[in-house]
Structures are given as C-alpha cells and as structure tokens.
C-alpha cells in the first residue's frame, strides 16, 4: 500500500492544476478508489457560523442526491455524524457490526447501501472551513481494515489541499498573478469557501484577532461596495468578481499602496518622463497643484529621485 500511496500523492498534486473545478472530485476519489477500494464516497464542505456549519457544496459517487435530503430529516440521529464533529480531524472507521442497530442505518444507510463507512470532518480553525470526507461499502461483511484508516488519515490533508489549489487555480484562470499574491475565494456575503494558508496569514498580520469565516468587516465592506482593492497596515487586497464568486488576492502592503489614485495617476505619469508641465495636461490640473502631489509621492514612499520612483513603481505593478 505504501508505493500505491506515493504513486497516489504524486499523481493528485501534479494533476490537480489540470482538472477543471467540476470535475475535479471524481477525478482525485478515483484514485482514492484505486488505493482504498470503495463502492461509494461523498465529500462535501462548508464554513461553521455560529456552531452551525453552513455546507458550500456536496459532491457524491453512488449515493442518490436525495440522500441528503433525508439525511437532513434524521440528522439528529445520526451518530457517526455526531462522532465525526466530536472527534475533528480524526479517521474514524464505522462497522457494519458498529452501527447496523442505529436508528440511522435503519431509516436511510441500509436503504442507499451503506454498511460500512469510514470518514472525517477535517476542520481549519484558522478560518472555518469543514470538509466531510466519507468512504463507503455496500458489503457487510467487508469492513475497511486499520491499515485503510491510517491511509486516508495520511490522504485527507493533501485532498483537501489539492482541492483548494484546483478551485483556486479555476477561478484565477483569466487573471493575472504576481509573485507574492495569495488567494482566497468568497461568496458576496464575504463568507470564505476557499482559501490557501498564506491568505490566513495575510489576514491575520492584519487582523490578529480574526479567525474566519467571514471576512474582516473592511474587507466584507469593500465587497458590498463593489471596491476594487483594500489597502490596509500590513497587507493590500484585490477584488476581482468572478462567476458568482469573489476571488481576492491579498499581499502584503507595499509604500506605493498608500497613494491616493490622483497620486498614482501623477506619479506614473512622473516616472514616464513627463514633465509637470506635460503631466498638468494630462491631468487637467495646475503646475503648482502637480509639484505639490509629487512632494507628496517622495515624502509617502521616502525616495528623493526619479529613479527611485520609477523602481518602485515597477516592482509595485508587478
């Protein structure tokens, strides 16, 4: 099993660029289901708001849709489930012989060919999101073995991880990415579905304190305002509407991002090699009002030349 999982891993994180967000679940649980046979799977994810968690999407493979929604109905029965969020993070491995007499397999497993189930809530504190990750057999006299566990124990971050980069990569396809640039994807509430480790960093240079699942207020104000960047102590943010998505790329913040836009516009202009004159034109205003805003720009970014300028306004765009 140890080459089977190593052939697994390398496989899911060089593919997981290629695939496309829709399709890209069948696609990593297939090669789950090479290494741990299964008849069936469900992976669904979501964000916790005050104690509830709020499901973002539900993906399965041989379970009726509908299945949810009866699950839904019994959910206060359902001790897995409720094991599951006991115990975050943890493989648990489910036996027929385990939950065969519950009042769950009875109203909704036994009915969809559940009788074996091994899962996890994996949980992100940093910024609330879930993912439900859950294996199942349709043989009861099959169970998943120890070894099984242990293996999507060792799978369960890089899935999750692997998804996160997949999504993201999906949804910044037709924008452009500097360098330093980490990402993140919300709904218009500000609620995060998505978002790599180097974004909670971001928040958190900025917002010590904020541990998700919606964004910090200035940032979920920017959205609703439909601002097109945040500028902040320690980090500078973009939003760029995508779909019905949001997809932010925060960095952290540079001199240049505490210009005024009309200090930006003269600034460019500047290190252009217009003069005040040429740039007043532009612009539409005085030679004396120019001079003033370039005083400005060298006393708000600490440089004293054109050059200097110039240089930071390049590493600024890229």
Request: contains cysteine; aromatic residues 8%.
């Amino acid at each position: 099993m140890l080459n089977q999982m190593g052939d697994l891993l390398l496989e899911l994180h060089r593919g997981c660029r290629k695939q496309a967000a829709e399709t890209f679940p069948h696609w990593a649980m297939a090669l789950v289901r090479e290494v741990i046979p299964n008849s069936a799977w469900f992976w669904g994810s979501g964000t916790e708001i005050d104690g509830e968690i709020i499901p973002h999407a539900f993906m399965f493979d041989n379970v009726p849709p509908e299945s949810m929604l009866v699950w839904k109905q019994y959910e206060h029965l359902d001790i897995l489930t409720a094991r599951l969020l006991a115990q975050r993070n943890v493989v648990h491995n489910f036996t027929h012989e385990m939950f065969k007499d519950s009042e769950i397999y009875r109203l909704l497993y036994h009915s969809v060919g559940i009788e074996q189930n091994m899962g996890v809530y994996a949980y992100k504190p940093s910024c609330g999101l879930y993912d439900g990750i859950s294996l199942y057999r349709s043989d009861p006299a099959n169970p998943f073995s120890e070894e099984e566990r242990q293996a999507m124990q060792c799978l369960v971050p890089h899935l999750i991880e692997a998804r996160h980069i997949n999504y993201l990569e999906h949804l910044s396809s037709g924008t452009q990415r500097a360098q330093q640039q980490s990402l993140a994807a919300t709904d218009g509430k500000g609620v995060i579905h998505v978002a790599d480790d180097e974004f909670v960093e971001l928040m958190q240079a900025e917002w010590p304190e904020w541990r998700g699942s919606h964004l910090p207020e200035p940032l979920a104000k920017g959205l609703r305002n439909a601002a097109q960047r945040y500028a902040g102590r320690a980090i500078a943010v973009r939003f760029v509407p995508v779909l019905d998505m949001f997809l932010l790329k925060a960095r952290p913040r540079m001199a240049v991002d505490g210009l005024s836009r009309r200090e930006l516009e003269i600034a460019r202009h500047f290190a252009d090699g217009l003069t005040n004159k040429e740039i007043a034109r532009e612009t539409g205003l005085a030679p004396a009002t120019v001079r003033n805003h370039l005083s400005s720009i060298y006393l708000k970014l600490g440089v004293d030349n054109k050059a200097e300028l110039a240089t930071l306004l390049s590493a600024w765009a890229d």
